[in-house]
């Protein structure tokens, strides 16, 4: 179970493609004519920086979410990225109504 969750997130770079798709999205969202308290929002929420290093080991986004993880994090991680990105979403379409 570990491998299979190491290969297809990690090792075959679907966890980079998830960061990737984050980043595309938030910056197609904060690419819109809002205000800056809105495009803070959405940094915030979509933010996918790599972590700081500990004890001098670098780390990646994508390891430090699903890398050594059990199967059930690794879901509610991905599931924790659809809360963040529909309400995202809401936001900007509010805004955009108003």
Not at 39 to 62: A, F, M, V, Y
Not at 63 to 81: D, G, H, K, R, Y
């Amino acid at each position: 179970m570990i491998t299979i969750r190491y290969e297809i997130l990690i090792a075959n770079g679907k966890g980079r493609l998830i960061k990737k798709s984050l980043d595309n999205f938030r910056m197609n969202l904060i690419g819109l004519n809002l205000d800056d308290s809105l495009r803070l929002i959405i940094c915030k929420q979509l933010n996918t920086s790599d972590p700081i290093p500990i004890e001098g080991q670098p780390n990646t986004w994508e390891s430090m979410n699903f890398e050594q993880m059990p199967v059930i994090s690794v879901i509610a991680t991905l599931t924790s990225i659809q809360v963040k990105v529909l309400p995202s979403e809401f936001v900007v379409m509010h805004y955009m109504i108003k």
